[in-house]
């Protein structure tokens, strides 16, 4: 039988642009049949079709679209608390990575592991986002770098939405980083696996998008559009790791392509931002990643204001640089690290965090999205990115479900 329920609050951030700050609607109704809402408003508004609905009242509580996570690495092997420490007496990312540790270092971890085993690692970072009100999550590979690996770790991230009620979209990061055994020949590497990879992944229905890693650690401009040759060709979605480290004209190359997404962006120029405008890329940005590298190059915020690119925030939920699984924190970093209002911090994980995934059907409070809630013990959106270590979830609904 479909449910049908009308949810009353005190009010409701609906996240919708071009109205009151966060759309927010006091004394607020929404009108839910099945998995979709079918009608937000005032609750004098409510249609008469839906006043005998059986009703449920959250009182003073705030009602928000459920959280969105754009970017994450949560399948992973092992872990690098060894190179956190290695940091902390010193050493770079870089110094880290071309000494063989850095992403290499969960490469061979991963390589290793079981699909059960990544699994179940992935279901308690998974499960950690379930509880602060995610409804949405990005699982990317990367750490296989060969196709058996890279084929098992997005096997594991279809399992993961099959196994908690939580969307998950895949995407394909076989240009993560260049293998050991390619050492010396990167390119042979895209032409070889990587590329042949996307294809084998593709074929199986694993993949959403295809992402890269645009740095001077990783792979040069020249090499990724190799890659997203074929993902055009294939008709997926691309987005990109760029500027996070220096400006290789990354998020250039993303927005020719008419990219989802640029992502980390610290090192962005103006030409990327306006670049980005025109293409309606998003930006992610990824505050965990900056604090936990001691970065201190911020995203240039105003100038992706300034030409009115969306700005998403998400964890980068990964091993080495940053292994967050809060999404509240993330926010409060955004706005303490990046200078984001509260607004845009939520918003960024909501409207914007949809669209850097192509979602067209979440991420704000609207007929015909998706009863993806997020029901909150706060009386302010601001109190969402306010609070540091405290999670004042009072329900999730996903999908009309609890």
Same mark, same amino acid.
């Given at each position: 039988?479909?449910?049908? #329920?009308?949810?009353?609050?005190?009010?409701?951030?609906?996240?919708?642009?071009?109205?009151?700050?966060?759309?927010?609607?006091?004394? #607020?109704?929404? #009108?839910?049949?099945?998995?979709?809402?079918?009608?937000?408003?005032?609750?004098?508004?409510?249609?008469?079709?839906?006043?005998?609905?059986?009703?449920?009242?959250?009182?003073?509580?705030?009602?928000?679209?459920?959280?969105?996570?754009?970017?994450?690495?949560?399948?992973?092997?092992?872990?690098?608390?060894?190179?956190?420490?290695?940091?902390?007496?010193?050493?770079?990312?870089?110094?880290?990575?071309?000494?063989?540790?850095?992403?290499?270092?969960?490469?061979?971890?991963?390589?290793?592991?079981?699909?059960?085993?990544?699994?179940?690692?992935?279901?308690?970072?998974?499960?950690?986002?379930?509880?602060?009100?995610?409804?949405?999550?990005?699982?990317?590979?990367?750490?296989?770098?060969?196709?058996?690996?890279?084929?098992?770790?997005?096997?594991?991230?279809?399992?993961?939405?099959?196994?908690?009620?939580?969307?998950?979209?895949?995407?394909?990061?076989?240009?993560?980083?260049?293998?050991?055994?390619?050492?010396?020949?990167?390119?042979?590497?895209?032409?070889?696996?990587?590329?042949?990879?996307?294809?084998?992944?593709?074929?199986?229905?694993?993949?959403?998008?295809?992402?890269?890693?645009?740095?001077?650690?990783?792979?040069?401009?020249?090499?990724?559009?190799?890659?997203?040759?074929?993902?055009?060709?294939?008709?997926?979605?691309?987005?990109?790791?760029?500027?996070?480290?220096?400006?290789?004209?990354?998020?250039?190359?993303?927005?020719?392509?008419?990219?989802?997404?640029?992502?980390?962006?610290?090192?962005?120029?103006?030409?990327?931002?306006?670049?980005?405008?025109?293409?309606?890329?998003?930006?992610?940005?990824?505050? /965990?990643?900056?604090? !936990?590298?001691?970065?201190?190059?911020?995203?240039?915020?105003?100038?992706?204001?300034?030409?009115?690119?969306?700005?998403?925030?998400?964890?980068?939920?990964?091993?080495?640089?940053?292994?967050?699984?809060?999404?509240?924190?993330?926010?409060?970093? /955004?706005?303490?690290?990046?200078?984001?209002?509260?607004?845009?911090?939520?918003?960024?994980?909501?409207?914007?965090?949809?669209?850097?995934?192509?979602?067209?059907?979440? /991420? !704000?409070?609207?007929?015909?999205?998706?009863?993806?809630?997020?029901?909150?013990?706060?009386?302010?959106?601001?109190?969402?990115?306010?609070?540091?270590?405290?999670?004042?979830?009072?329900?999730?609904?996903?999908?009309?479900?609890?």
């Amino acid at each position: 039988m479909t449910r049908k #329920a009308v949810l009353l609050s005190a009010r409701m951030a609906t996240m919708s642009e071009g109205g009151t700050p966060y759309g927010l609607c006091r004394d #607020a109704a929404i #009108a839910v049949n099945g998995a979709k809402i079918v009608w937000v408003g005032e609750r004098q508004d409510l249609p008469p079709e839906y006043v005998d609905w059986p009703v449920e009242d959250f009182g003073e509580r705030l009602i928000t679209p459920a959280l969105i996570d754009a970017h994450t690495h949560v399948v992973f092997g092992g872990n690098r608390a060894t190179e956190f420490e290695m940091r902390l007496n010193g050493a770079s990312y870089e110094d880290i990575a071309r000494a063989g540790g850095g992403i290499l270092s969960t490469v061979n971890a991963t390589r290793s592991a079981s699909a059960e085993m990544l699994l179940s690692d992935a279901l308690t970072r998974v499960d950690a986002l379930i509880a602060e009100g995610v409804s949405t999550l990005e699982v990317k590979s990367g750490y296989g770098l060969d196709t058996e690996t890279e084929l098992k770790m997005l096997r594991v991230a279809r399992r993961i939405g099959e196994s908690r009620p939580i969307r998950v979209k895949s995407s394909f990061l076989g240009a993560h980083a260049v293998p050991p055994e390619y050492a010396e020949c990167p390119d042979d590497y895209i032409r070889e696996v990587c590329i042949p990879t996307l294809r084998a992944t593709h074929a199986e229905g694993l993949v959403d998008a295809v992402d890269g890693f645009c740095e001077g650690i990783a792979f040069n401009p020249a090499q990724i559009a190799l890659v997203f040759d074929v993902a055009q060709e294939l008709d997926l979605s691309v987005k990109l790791h760029a500027e996070q480290l220096s400006n290789l004209g990354g998020a250039q190359l993303a927005a020719s392509y008419g990219a989802l997404s640029a992502d980390h962006i610290e090192y962005l120029d103006a030409n990327g931002v306006s670049a980005m405008a025109k293409a309606g890329t998003t930006a992610v940005l990824l505050p /965990g990643a900056f604090y !936990t590298l001691r970065e201190t190059q911020v995203p240039p915020v105003d100038l992706l204001r300034q030409h009115q690119v969306p700005m998403a925030l998400a964890t980068d939920c990964n091993p080495g640089s940053s292994p967050l699984t809060s999404l509240l924190l993330t926010m409060n970093m /955004g706005c303490t690290l990046f200078r984001l209002t509260p607004e845009e911090a939520l918003a960024g994980v909501t409207r914007n965090a949809a669209r850097a995934l192509g979602i067209n059907d979440a /991420g !704000t409070l609207a007929p015909g999205h998706r009863a993806d809630l997020a029901i909150w013990n706060v009386t302010h959106p601001a109190e969402l990115a306010y609070r540091v270590g405290f999670n004042p979830l009072h329900k999730r609904l996903f999908g009309g479900i609890e």
